[in-house]
């Protein structure tokens, strides 16, 4: 018996489903999850000793690749001082300064340990700035498993069938208006029925728990003017996009500033990290400064700041992102030849680092249309790919994540079977 299999019986004896996190245990795609005993660079590899090039990359943090020396030196160094101290501390200080510097709408920052408190805080805050009470979200949007954000979600709760969790009272509910992304219409009604009653827009950006959806032109631009107009907070989810498709996120790329930004996955080089931030008027409007309530143990934790800061630092002084962009056009342009010589519909919606595949005829420009695509080739994919030391994200509607690593031999491998498993379809 292979060692995952017989460590899967074990986990599943004593872990709900086997898994920390539930799209890990591969129900999409079927069979039975790998456990990894070691990374490095752009691979993975598994308690059965196989090597497999990584396009999940840790679900995001793992930009500059796996058990990156710098990022494991900072840790090691930090470690010699301790490895957590609950008072404000050296690193903490930095890695704010960092921040704000590179993400443009942020004047003052907080520290959090994961994507979803930072997204939980932001709308705490919101609602306590504005003394509203409704939030809109967008369909296929995900943003952690924060409950108010759990309705229509994306990601996990997507690929699993689950995109209104049990266990949040309608009434929570009630307060999270879901609108369809990309149409600028409903937007407009959505505020013209409620628009003071509206705490906060919360949005990806550029949504990516759903595959990858880009806005149309104009779209973003909208939001922001309706929400200023309104007095609603608007609030971008970065934890994905931030740090990844430009050192400032989306709100680099487009120009557009949000209100507050929540972060996450790589702002901790692969340590639980998050971190919400923004306009400082509305920032002091948290604890001990203000009435919104917002704290943590092990917040602003010296390993996991050390650890953030190194992989921050490495982003300022590699700049690997027209590097990532090259890599992220030689696989989409692979993907889509293979599909063409087959003659199979396939989307690759891609920027940068961030790329998936839609078997579609036409853009996937929201959540209807994603979940309407077809799912099984994915599937077939993923196992072809797996089998061959490629490993995909285990769901049709997660997005691949590229890193520096991915480079030379790896990056033609990965190509390769890749191509191959869709001309196997
Ligand atoms: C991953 C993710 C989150 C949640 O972050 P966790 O660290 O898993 O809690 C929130 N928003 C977006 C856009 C994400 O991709």
């Known amino acids: 018996m292979s060692h995952s299999n017989d460590l899967f019986e074990r986990a599943q004896k004593i872990i709900p489903g086997g898994v920390n996190s539930p799209v890990r245990a591969f129900h999409s795609v079927g069979g039975t999850p790998f456990f990894t005993k070691r990374a490095q660079g752009a691979f993975l590899y598994t308690a059965d000793d196989q090597p497999l090039i990584d396009f999940v990359c840790t679900w995001g943090p793992a930009i500059h690749g796996h058990n990156d020396p710098t990022i494991k030196a900072a840790i090691a160094t930090a470690l010699e001082s301790g490895t957590s101290f609950g008072t404000p501390n050296l690193y903490e200080v930095d890695m704010a300064e960092r921040i704000v510097s590179m993400v443009p709408s942020v004047e003052k920052v907080r520290m959090v340990n994961s994507g979803t408190e930072a997204t939980m805080s932001t709308i705490r805050l919101a609602r306590g700035f504005t003394g509203r009470t409704k939030i809109i979200k967008f369909a296929g949007c995900y943003h952690g498993h924060v409950d108010s954000l759990l309705v229509q979600a994306g990601s996990g709760a997507l690929t699993l069938g689950q995109p209104d969790s049990a266990g949040i009272p309608p009434s929570f509910a009630a307060e999270t208006i879901v609108l369809p992304y990309n149409d600028t219409e409903a937007l407009v009604g959505a505020f013209k029925r409620y628009g003071e009653e509206l705490a906060a827009v919360i949005v990806e950006p550029y949504p990516a728990n759903v595959g990858l959806i880009f806005p149309h032109p104009g779209y973003l631009e909208s939001m922001r003017q ?52 923004g306009k400082a008027e509305i920032m002091d409007f948290i604890a001990p400064l203000g009435p919104v309530y917002q704290a943590g143990t092990l917040s602003g934790n010296p390993l996991a700041m050390a650890a953030g800061i190194a992989a921050l630092e490495k982003l300022t002084s590699d700049n690997p992102y027209s590097r990532l962009q090259t890599f992220g056009e030689q696989i989409r342009d692979a993907l889509l030849s293979a599909a063409s010589q087959k003659g199979l519909p396939l989307q690759v919606p891609q920027t940068g680092s961030m790329f998936c595949l839609f078997f579609s005829e036409n853009p996937v420009t929201n959540y209807e249309e994603a979940v309407a695509s077809e799912t099984d080739h994915f599937k077939t994919i993923f196992q072809h790919a797996l089998k061959n030391g490629v490993y995909l994200p285990p769901s049709p509607f997660e997005t691949c994540f590229i890193c520096s690593s991915h480079e030379g031999s790896a990056m033609i491998r990965a190509c390769e079977v890749l191509s191959e498993a869709i001309k196997s379809l």
Do not use: H, N, Y
């Open 226 to 277: 309706l929400c200023s107009r309104f007095g609603t907070i608007l609030i971008f989810d970065e934890v994905m996009t931030g740090f990844r498709v430009a050192a400032g996120g989306v709100q680099e790329k487009t120009g557009i500033t949000p209100d507050l930004t929540a972060l996450g996955k790589i702002i901790g080089g692969g340590l639980p990290v998050g971190a919400f931030g």
